[in-house]
């Protein structure tokens, strides 16, 4: 089993990226998918993550109307969508994947088996 993270890169203030997580060895839709993020000096943290039961979406409150989490059930693939990034967006950020199947989902590092590798987003002028 694989998770890819990618996607990031430099992106001024008010910018967006669309981050993706590929998988190899999973069918992504019957997994609950989180992202996280570890900025400089910080623990992890989670920021958003969408549930395998009813792909119900959550955020965390900072990013909250600016980025979108989705599927693509025929690629295998979810994708953060990030709008009017802000400095304090950058972090390196995670995908992970929890097979618990039930209409919610948690930022519980613990309950997620399998996570990508990480890819960085800076936000910089």
């Known amino acids: 089993v694989q998770l890819q993270a990618y996607g990031g890169g430099l992106v001024q203030p008010g910018g967006s990226l669309r981050l993706s997580c590929a998988a190899s060895?999973?069918?992504?839709?019957?997994?609950?998918i989180g992202w996280f993020r570890q900025a400089p000096g910080k623990e992890r943290v989670g920021v958003s993550c969408?549930?395998?039961?009813?792909?119900?979406?959550y955020y965390e409150d900072s990013v909250k109307d600016r980025f979108t989490m989705s599927r693509d059930n025929a690629t295998n693939t979810v994708y953060l969508q990030m709008s009017s990034l802000k400095p304090e967006d950058t972090a390196v950020y995670y995908c992970a994947a929890d097979p618990i199947k039930e209409p919610f989902c948690s930022y519980y590092e613990s309950e997620y088996d399998y996570w990508g590798q990480g890819t960085q987003v800076t936000v910089s002028s």
């Open positions: 060895g999973i069918t992504l839709r019957y997994y609950a």
């Open positions: 969408v549930s395998s039961n009813d792909d119900s979406t």
